[in-house]
Nanobody
């Protein structure tokens, strides 16, 4: 069965950095478009960043462009999200998700989900 396991969340001060990891198993990792979503309290889940199977195409939501970097390691079946210059508004539960097909921003298009990891930006 497909399993996505996130790690790397935590408490960080504004301006700090974190790197999230998503370890994938039970799927053909190279065939999946992968994405990082986040959900803050009282808000809808949103796509933060996504990466195509070949890593040739990436997507970032405007609010993280230039601060976050998504990547994937085929040999380790793992996806990463390097988050720099973190802001209070980046506080959320971050989820990794996968789908077969092109990058989309719709939550319902992603069929495989991790359990999430909490990122809290606070002084």
């Amino acid at each position: 069965q497909v399993q996505l396991v996130e790690s790397g969340g935590g408490l960080v001060q504004p301006g700090g950095s974190l790197r999230l990891s998503c370890a994938a198993s039970g799927l053909t990792f190279d065939s999946y478009t992968m994405g990082w979503f986040r959900q803050a309290p009282g808000k809808e889940r949103e796509l933060v960043a996504a990466i195509s199977p070949s890593s040739g195409t990436t997507y970032y939501t405007d609010s993280v462009e230039g601060r976050f970097t998504i990547s994937r390691d085929k040999a380790k079946n793992t996806m990463y999200l390097q988050m720099n210059s973190l802001k209070y508004e980046d506080t959320a539960v971050y989820y990794c998700a996968g789908r077969i097909g092109i990058i989309t921003t719709r939550v319902r298009d992603y069929v495989s989900w991790g359990q999430g990891t909490q990122v809290t930006v606070s002084s």
